[in-house]
């Protein structure tokens, strides 16, 4: 079987909150949108943010979606990124969880909620190498 997710969706309870804080926070489009759902093509995979009842009657599991489990990472290039990118994300209707620093491990990164409270670490890896079309390959 391929290494490979197709599609994550996410449940939110304000679809067009949702949209302005990935639109306006991260700065990405959309590619489909209805008023269930809004798609975006990512690297490889789409992400889907689907309103939290649909979701639910689609996978027969009423109540059962809760966000926090998770934390979903977007890797940036540069040290220097990770802040902005919080701030931005913040100014979309995002939370900050936790402030950017140096982990123990190394590199720079911080958290920020999106307005259904899915956990997003803005992340920076020097050991990681991002290629020019934003495909993250994991290295030590």
């Not at 900050?96 to 982990?103: G, H, K, L």
């Amino acid at each position: 079987m391929q290494h490979q997710i197709s599609v994550i969706t996410l449940a939110t309870t304000d679809l067009s909150r949702s949209r302005r804080f990935y639109t306006e926070g991260f700065g990405w489009s959309p590619v489909f949108e209805n008023h269930e759902i809004v798609f975006y093509q990512m690297n490889g995979f789409v992400l889907g943010t689907f309103l939290k009842r649909s979701l639910e009657e689609d996978m027969k599991r009423p109540g059962l979606l809760l966000p926090g489990a998770f934390s979903l990472a977007h890797n940036v290039a540069r040290r220097e990124d990770v802040e902005p990118v919080i701030a931005c994300l913040a100014k979309a209707g995002g939370r900050v969880i936790r402030p950017a620093d140096e982990p123990p491990h190394g590199g720079f990164r911080g958290y920020v909620a999106d307005p259904d409270d899915h956990a997003w670490e803005i992340t920076w890896n020097p050991a990681w190498s991002i290629d020019e079309n934003g495909h993250v390959t994991f290295g030590l």
